[in-house]
């Protein structure tokens, strides 16, 4: 078993990983939506993790000023191709120093996300993440959000050409192990996997300023 770094996860599913969000993995359209109602017309916004811009071209679309920030070129390759006049950084979260302060940081099924009572993350060291969080907190003038996550332990979903994804999650402790598996027509053609780990909400909300809770997001700041 090969553990991947989301870097090498950008490089090998930017292929097929709009089929995945439009086959149902993330339903991105009820957090946009909830997005539309949190965040004011023309807001700044930084959006973490922003993938192929499923989240921050329709944001984009509906008058927001919204950047991204992801550390695959790959992934912002496809996002470019949408959307030519996105703006993009090619960092990862821990090493990436905003330059300006945003009226929001966001997170949505990016580097942070809540399931339950827990703060879910590809950061493995707790010090470390709450370094991070204060960091976009302090680029924020509102505020963190964060969205809540649904658990899917197991998934199995039909893509374009015959191809099946298919996702399992596996838990040791506060250490979450996510196998990625493509199929086409039945056969092997690709394997990630990703460790997250799982940090008890109420420990890290002990360290913020203020908490607003709305359906699918908490706005946190630190």
């Not at 030519?84 to 090493?95: C, F, P, Y």
């Not at 039945?186 to 460790?195: M, N, W």
């Amino acid at each position: 078993m090969i553990l991947m770094d989301n870097k090498r996860f950008g490089q090998i599913v930017s292929d097929y990983y709009d089929e995945v969000i439009e086959a149902g993995y993330h339903d991105q359209k009820k957090y946009v939506s909830e997005l539309l109602g949190i965040v004011p017309k023309h807001s700044s916004v930084l959006e973490l993790g922003c993938g192929t811009g499923e989240i921050q071209i329709p944001l984009m679309d509906n008058g927001m000023l919204c950047e991204g920030l992801d550390e695959s070129k790959e992934m912002i390759s496809k996002l470019k191709a949408k959307r030519k006049d996105a703006v993009v950084h090619l960092s990862n979260i821990k090493s990436f120093n905003p330059e300006k302060k945003y009226d929001f940081v966001l997170s949505c099924h990016g580097p942070f996300s809540l399931k339950g009572e827990e703060l879910e993350s590809y950061i493995l060291d707790e010090e470390e993440l709450i370094a991070v969080l204060k960091k976009y907190s302090d680029a924020s003038k509102r505020g963190l959000l964060i969205n809540k996550g649904v658990e899917k332990e197991s998934l199995r979903l039909k893509l374009k050409d015959e191809k099946t994804f298919v996702h399992r999650e596996m838990r040791e402790g506060d250490i979450m192990v996510m196998v990625n598996l493509l199929f086409k027509r039945s056969k092997f053609v690709d394997k990630v996997v990703l460790i997250k780990r799982r940090y008890p909400l109420k420990d890290v909300l002990k360290r913020a300023k203020t908490v607003k809770d709305y359906k699918n997001f908490k706005l946190i700041v630190f």
